[in-house]
């Protein structure tokens, strides 16, 4: 097992110094990825509803370092930790200045950049960045994944998409890893699973939250229905990473049938999940160290490596 923690992109602890301290402390401790999120502009009345909070609120102050920006400045402070978009919002930047930014990250960070992706929520956003249609946000995803795969291929390509068009270009330096990073699909919906068998290297759903709980047996149904897809594309199952995110949200309110909620309770218990999860083949967990404080989040850093991830031994 491969273990990974959100870096926090807002908030007290978003300042330079802290950020460079969480992500060398972790790297330190071995924690394997760092997850940095994705918003560009937040639009003072936001009626869509967040898909992983039980009320649909958005657990933000309207404030974000740009992703992409803040992805560089990890990797300049790093040397082995794996730098994530988790997950990058595909529609909200062109794919070309988008393949290339990736490109430029994967080659300074000598080969450390995953890409995770999904299609968004928040249709005010789309509409302030004037990006593509919102209702048609999945479909324009594919297209950018399939942008992304050509420009990083190293040769002349061209595209002619429903939603974007260019003649022949080069797009160079090509990124170190080859045919490109990692795609990780972002969501466990039918059409996410779908993009995952299709486009993916890896799929990386959250759950184990109130709103969104994907307790063991629902996930391994999902786990299954991916594996089918995944092999009517004529792809390799065994070759997709599985990553599962345990964020904190809603971290008061109770599972709707009064259930421990996974991941949560003594150390033993979230080692005992660590197990269940393994045994699904989840090969990255991700986990919530961020709280108001340096000093409190490196708290929680120290007790997970200590306290849990080295003795679960997986």
Same mark, same amino acid.
């Given at each position: 097992?491969?273990?990974?923690?959100?870096?926090?992109?807002?908030?007290?602890?978003?300042?330079?110094?802290?950020?460079?301290?969480?992500?060398?402390?972790?790297?330190?401790?071995?924690?394997?990825?760092?997850?940095?999120?994705?918003?560009?502009?937040?639009?003072?009345?936001?009626?869509?509803?967040?898909?992983?909070? #039980? @009320?649909?609120?958005?657990?933000?102050?309207?404030? $974000?370092? &740009?992703?992409?920006? %803040?992805? *560089?400045?990890?990797? =300049? /402070?790093?040397?082995?930790?794996?730098?994530?978009?988790?997950?990058?919002?595909?529609?909200?930047?062109?794919?070309?200045?988008?393949?290339?930014?990736?490109?430029?990250?994967?080659?300074?960070?000598?080969?450390? #950049? @995953?890409?995770?992706?999904?299609?968004?929520?928040? $249709?005010? &956003?789309?509409?302030? %960045?004037? *990006?593509?249609?919102? =209702? /048609?946000?999945?479909?324009?995803?594919?297209?950018?994944?399939?942008?992304?795969?050509?420009?990083?291929?190293?040769?002349?390509?061209?595209?002619?998409?429903?939603?974007?068009?260019?003649?022949?270009?080069?797009?160079?330096?090509?990124?170190?890893?080859?045919?490109?990073?990692?795609?990780?699909?972002?969501?466990?919906?039918?059409?996410?699973?779908?993009?995952?068998?299709?486009?993916?290297?890896?799929?990386?759903?959250?759950?184990?939250?109130?709103?969104?709980?994907?307790?063991?047996?629902?996930?391994?149904?999902?786990?299954?229905?991916?594996?089918?897809?995944?092999?009517?594309?004529?792809?390799?199952?065994?070759?997709?990473?599985?990553?599962?995110?345990?964020?904190?949200?809603?971290?008061?309110?109770?599972?709707?049938?009064?259930?421990?909620?996974?991941?949560?309770?003594?150390?033993?218990?979230?080692?005992?999940?660590?197990?269940?999860?393994?045994?699904?083949?989840?090969?990255?967990?991700?986990?919530?160290?961020?709280?108001?404080?340096?000093?409190?989040?490196?708290?929680?850093?120290?007790?997970?490596?200590?306290?849990?991830?080295?003795?679960?031994?997986?």
């Amino acid at each position: 097992m491969r273990y990974g923690f959100y870096l926090p992109t807002r908030g007290p602890t978003s300042g330079p110094d802290d950020l460079a301290t969480l992500a060398t402390r972790g790297e330190a401790l071995g924690f394997h990825s760092v997850m940095i999120a994705d918003h560009i502009i937040f639009p003072t009345r936001i009626e869509s509803k967040y898909p992983y909070t #039980v @009320t649909g609120a958005f657990p933000g102050e309207g404030d $974000a370092l &740009e992703q992409l920006t %803040l992805m *560089a400045f990890i990797a =300049a /402070k790093t040397e082995k930790l794996r730098l994530v978009t988790s997950v990058m919002i595909l529609p909200h930047r062109n794919p070309v200045v988008t393949a290339k930014v990736l490109a430029t990250i994967d080659v300074l960070s000598k080969g450390r #950049v @995953t890409v995770g992706v999904g299609v968004g929520w928040m $249709a005010e &956003e789309f509409a302030a %960045l004037n *990006a593509p249609d919102f =209702a /048609k946000r999945g479909a324009v995803s594919d297209e950018y994944l399939e942008i992304f795969a050509k420009l990083w291929s190293g040769g002349p390509v061209s595209h002619q998409g429903e939603f974007y068009q260019f003649d022949e270009v080069r797009c160079e330096p090509i990124p170190i890893q080859r045919p490109g990073p990692p795609i990780w699909i972002g969501g466990h919906s039918r059409p996410a699973l779908r993009r995952a068998a299709r486009h993916g290297d890896g799929w990386h759903p959250v759950g184990a939250n109130a709103a969104v709980p994907l307790p063991a047996d629902e996930l391994a149904v999902k786990i299954s229905e991916l594996k089918q897809l995944t092999v009517a594309e004529g792809r390799d199952f065994d070759a997709m990473t599985l990553s599962f995110k345990a964020p904190l949200y809603d971290a008061a309110v109770a599972q709707p049938d009064g259930a421990r909620r996974p991941f949560t309770g003594t150390n033993d218990q979230v080692i005992e999940d660590i197990h269940t999860y393994a045994n699904l083949g989840i090969a990255e967990l991700i986990f919530d160290i961020r709280s108001p404080t340096l000093a409190e989040s490196l708290e929680r850093m120290e007790h997970f490596a200590t306290d849990i991830m080295a003795p679960a031994g997986v």
